[in-house]
């Protein structure tokens, strides 16, 4: 820490002009802040006798979004990997949302046991599954492994919640009208499913990869609504803004002093977890989009999906690749 302390000052004393002009920009994009676009969710649906489960809720956009179900009234089950972290958060949830009815169940998206191991538990203490928020996810780390051998990022932000999502459709097809809620990003844009080298072994990229399992987001989100259609489970697919949450914890220490200076007037202008809820609990909770399922949404607004985003085929051929990786018939 002090070591850090040290390299700022010399760095300030070594380039004062870049620093001032950061500071400056800082200032003006911390006034544009108001009138930055971002939705709220204003929906005043209640949840009471309903259940939420919500993936990746230690932390983030995930916390906030479980707060806000807790609020409305639900049962909200926290699936999480890092019990100490995942109580914790619970304890604050309870408190802040006045809602005892919160609860912590393991999961490890990186293992498909760990999976399904959480859906045996699930099928065995709740009756109903009204609400599945598909939100953990990794970004640009090293080119990990699960514990299945798949590429950490399309394993955990993909395949792990095709395969949970797929063992709760049965309790979410008994609690209708239920819904699924994929938090995508945009990052889906420039994404593309490597059908021939699905793990990136030829040349892993923290990028591509991210992009990759983002997409299969969307993709799934679709071929879901698709396969869904009139059971009254319907999808939702969604990017949640730019958020300040742990989400760099990879990226950020990876980039050398100057680049992390440089990036600090973001701060200012990136979404707290609280703005970044919003869209995940309008997908959650909305009267407005009961008919509507398979689709794209930014802001707490419908938005069209990039084109890689639209491409049925692909939707289809990445369904059954994730059913053959995950071992589902
Ligand atoms: N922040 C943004 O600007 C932004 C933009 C677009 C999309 N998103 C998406 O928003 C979602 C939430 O991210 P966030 O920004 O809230 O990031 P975050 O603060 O890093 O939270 C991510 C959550 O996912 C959990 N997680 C990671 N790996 C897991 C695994 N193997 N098994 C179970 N849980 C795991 C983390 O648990 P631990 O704490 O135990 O690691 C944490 O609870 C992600 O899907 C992300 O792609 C975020
Ligand atoms: C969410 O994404 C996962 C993984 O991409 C997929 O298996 C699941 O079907 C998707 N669900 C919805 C509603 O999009
Ligand atoms: C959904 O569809 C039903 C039946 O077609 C209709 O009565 C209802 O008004 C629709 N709701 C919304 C919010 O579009």
Same mark, same amino acid.
């Given at each position: ?36 676009? *971002? ?6 649906? =209640? ?51 006045? #809602? *005892? ?26 009756? =109903? ?7 953990? *996810? ?60 699905? #793990? ?90 009961? #008919? ?38």
């Amino acid at each position: 820490m002090e070591d850090y302390t040290k390299a700022v000052k010399e760095f300030v004393e070594e380039h004062p002009a870049g620093v001032t002009a950061v500071l400056m920009t800082g200032v003006g994009l911390f006034a544009l802040r108001r009138w930055r676009a *971002g939705g709220v969710c204003r929906s005043k649906t =209640r949840l009471d006798g309903k259940t939420v489960l919500i993936t990746g809720a230690n932390t983030g956009i995930g916390k906030e979004t479980a707060v806000d179900m807790a609020k409305r009234g639900a049962r909200v089950i926290l699936a999480c990997r890092d019990m100490g972290r995942a109580n914790s958060a619970a304890d604050e949830i309870r408190k802040r949302s006045g #809602n *005892g009815n919160v609860v912590v169940k393991m999961l490890d998206l990186a293992s498909l046991q760990s999976v399904r191991a959480l859906a045996k538990d699930v099928h065995q203490t709740e009756y =109903r599954l009204d609400i599945l928020i598909n939100n953990a *996810g990794i970004m640009m780390c090293p080119p990990w492994k699960t514990e299945d051998g798949f590429e950490m990022q399309f394993g955990v932000n993909h395949l792990g919640h095709f395969l949970l999502t797929n063992l709760l459709l049965d309790l979410l097809k008994k609690s209708t009208p239920s819904r699924i809620v994929n938090v995508s990003s945009l990052a889906h844009e420039t994404g593309k499913i490597h059908f021939d080298d699905i #793990n990136l072994e030829k040349n892993y990229d923290t990028l591509v990869s991210y992009r990759q399992s983002k997409l299969a987001n969307v993709l799934f989100t679709r071929e879901l609504a698709a396969r869904l259609k009139g059971t009254g489970v319907t999808t939702y697919a969604l990017h949640p803004g730019v958020i300040h949450t742990e989400l760099g914890r990879y990226y950020f220490p990876s980039l050398p002093l100057w680049k992390r200076i440089l990036f600090m007037p973001l701060y200012f202008v990136v979404k707290t977890p609280w703005q970044g809820a919003q869209t995940s609990i309008y997908c959650a909770v909305d009267e407005s989009l009961k #008919n509507s399922s398979g689709l794209y949404y930014s802001d707490c607004a419908l938005k069209e999906a990039a084109p890689p985003g639209r491409d049925d085929a692909a939707a289809r051929r990445l369904w059954d690749l994730s059913a053959s990786m995950v071992g589902l018939a």
